[in-house]
């Protein structure tokens, strides 16, 4: 606990001098973000928060791993901080020259490979025994490797409101260190730690009250993406077991649904599905009349609500698990089916009301 709370400290106080630094030299360059269709923001805001952050998580991992390596990962970790550090690479070189989806996808699964390569992969479905189809055998590899790319634009789907992927990713990775103090995986859970209190350093110059004076960017959404997917894969040992799939996407229900339903909504209208458009969870929300602040506050409500259901899922045995675990789905789908037909309602009374009389 005390090593815990040291490396959260150390990767809290990195990360706000980090950002704060990044701040100051991008508002000298005039290193601004571009609204474009998907975002809501107007003025002169900077855009490489993620590079702040990201590099004081990297620095306090690598060198908690390999001062204690007996204690943590050791080199066995390293193809992952590399995979981590190409993310943040091309993330950034994306914000100021964007790359085609062919290249962004092409480094995602490089760094994916970097991930699975040293044995980070999933390894069952559930937590709970639902005989041989539990196991993932062979299958774990391309499935990982889904995930970790999946998740990796996840993040920067729902990153457009002050505030809101980083909230989400800290409260994510805050569940993912109390999952794996649990299971006494004391390792991994510093490492999320340090990702959590690393975020909470960038939050301080991102929160939306009174508004952010610095974006992540794609460099830090795709970065988060990436960390908290390849998060649940980690074990301390070659023959360790990393968290299930379906408790660990459950933890991540917020993004992964705002996902499919993006993608879905782009394949019905015949559109790519990387094509931006404001028909996001949060635009939703704000069409709703919800601010940045109360937008933000229910989707934290709804973060801690499903984690907390997953976590002690984690926790019990026998029918109370999937019963538990069930209930995070059920929360998730029904909050995500609310808003859309909610939203969908108002959209057709707006539309009746300005009609002809």
């Known amino acids: 606990m005390v090593e815990m709370i040291i490396a959260g400290i150390a990767s809290f106080v990195v990360s706000t001098a980090s950002v704060a630094m990044v701040l100051r030299f991008s508002q000298i360059r005039a290193w601004y973000d571009t609204p ?6 107007s003025g002169d805001v900077p855009r490489l928060g993620g590079l702040g952050f990201a590099c004081a998580f990297i620095l306090t991992s690598l060198v908690i791993t390999f001062i204690f390596p007996e204690r943590y990962f050791g080199f066995r970790f390293l193809p992952v901080l590399i ?3 190409l993310i943040l690479l091309f993330g950034v070189t994306d914000d100021f020259h964007p790359l085609s989806p062919k290249a962004k996808l092409s480094i995602q699964i490089i760094a994916a490979l970097l991930v699975i390569l040293p044995g980070y992969t999933f390894h069952r479905l559930f937590s709970f025994d639902i005989g041989p189809l539990g196991t993932l055998h062979w299958i774990r590899y391309p499935l990982s490797v889904f995930w970790i790319i999946g998740l990796t634009n996840a993040i920067n789907l729902i990153d457009g409101v002050d505030g809101l992927a980083g909230g989400v990713s800290a409260l994510s990775a805050l569940m993912y260190a109390a999952i794996f103090t649990g299971f006494k995986s004391n390792g991994v859970a510093v490492i999320c730690v340090c990702l959590m209190a690393s975020i909470l350093g960038f939050l301080l110059f991102n929160a939306p009250i009174p508004r952010a004076k610095i974006f992540m ?12 997917a390849v998060l649940p894969l980690l074990n301390q040992e070659p023959d360790g077991r990393s968290l ?4 660990t996407a459950a933890v991540l229900l917020i993004p992964i649904f705002d996902t499919f339903s993006a993608v879905w909504r782009r394949l019905r209208d015949g559109r790519r599905i ?8 949060h635009h939703k929300l704000i069409n709703l009349g919800l601010n940045a602040w109360q937008l933000d506050s229910l989707l934290y409500g709804l973060q801690v609500l499903i984690g907390c259901l997953v976590f002690l899922s984690l926790q019990y045995h026998g029918p109370l698990s999937p019963a538990l675990l069930g209930l995070a789905y059920l929360f998730g789908g029904g909050f995500f089916m609310l808003i859309h037909y909610t939203h969908r309602g108002a959209l057709k009374k707006g539309a009746a009301s300005s009609g002809p009389l």
């Open 83 to 85: 995979a981590m550090a």
């Open 217 to 228: 960017g794609d460099g830090g959404s795709q970065f988060l993406g990436f960390t908290l």
């Open 244 to 247: 299930p799939l379906a408790e």
């Open 274 to 281: 990387d094509s931006p458009d404001r028909d996001h969870t």
């Open 36 to 41: 474009d269709e998907r975002k809501v923001h």
